[in-house]
């Protein structure tokens, strides 16, 4: 267990783990990415785990990487920024094939690389007054590691709109174009999860395992190489200029 992200496991084996940095709307970090990717490897291999259901502390779910962080990694040079891209493009790859049954409890807002989270969960619920948006290029940059699993759960046209304009859409919304499955209030959203974990607990575990495999193989698709992507767009001028207006509350030198 750490601070900055929280682990419990119940007698019947769900695992909730807990975004756990309020302060910075449990924005993700090098170390909060550290975290979630070496528990969620952890939890591949325990048997005693049979679900997991992901959310976050306080009034947001995430706003996604921690644009300090963020900043700070641009000074380093592209080689570095595409190892460090890496390392989150491996939490989205083991969060999406983890063999047990994951569902996203959305809490709150979910921004950028959050998305991304969400969309590697099998199951879906949000908050009614959570908002969504896929922020990335206000800041010079794409979303680059998260787009194969964002694509492949809202399809490339609906992708094509919002990476485009990065325009915030409701729960309902959310619903409407696959991202989230089911919308309900904020004091009846612990009782919707707990339905959909009795649901998945009724079930045989490996025959959840082979049904999740079966999806993916039927659909997965070959992707680019999209930590060089973001790698490089981070050290770009455009980026690099994106991340210091929005620092400095400014707007960027491409918008007049």
């Known amino acids: 267990m750490s601070d900055a992200l929280l682990i419990q496991t119940d007698t019947r084996g769900v695992c909730t783990l807990t975004l756990n940095r309020p302060e910075r709307h449990n924005a993700f970090d090098d170390n909060l990415i550290n975290l979630l990717l ?21 009034k947001s779910f995430s706003s996604g990487a921690d644009l300090k962080w963020m900043r700070g990694m641009a000074k380093y040079d592209e080689q570095t920024n595409r190892e460090d891209a890496a390392r989150v493009a491996q939490l989205m ?20 690389g959050a998305v991304g989270l969400i969309a590697c969960c099998d199951i879906v619920i949000a908050s009614e007054r959570a908002e969504f948006a896929i922020s990335e290029v206000r800041l010079g940059l794409a979303p680059a590691v998260i787009s194969p699993y964002v694509i492949a759960a809202i399809g490339a046209r609906q992708a094509r ?64 190489d999209t930590s060089e992507l973001i790698a490089r767009l981070r050290v770009s001028p455009e980026g690099q200029e994106g991340m210091t207006a929005f620092f400095e509350k400014r707007k960027p030198n491409w918008v007049k």
Do not use: M, W, Y
């Not at 952890?42 to 049979?50: G, K, L």
């Not at 999406?96 to 950028?112: C, D, E, H, M, R």
């Open 38 to 58: 070496r528990t969620l490897e952890q939890i591949e291999h325990d048997i005693a785990v049979r679900v997991v259901v992901i959310t976050g502390t306080g």
């Open 93 to 112: 790859e083991t969060l999406n094939n983890l063999s047990k049954p994951t569902i996203a409890q959305v809490n709150g807002s979910a921004f950028a």
């Open 161 to 224: 709109r919002l990476f485009l304009t990065a325009e915030r859409i409701n729960s309902d919304e959310a619903r409407r174009i696959g991202l989230v499955h089911e919308v309900v209030t904020d004091e009846t959203l612990p009782k919707a999860v707990e339905r959909t974990v009795d649901f998945l607990l009724k079930a045989g575990p490996n025959a959840l395992t082979e049904c999740k495999r079966l999806v993916l193989r039927l659909t997965r698709r070959q992707a680019e």
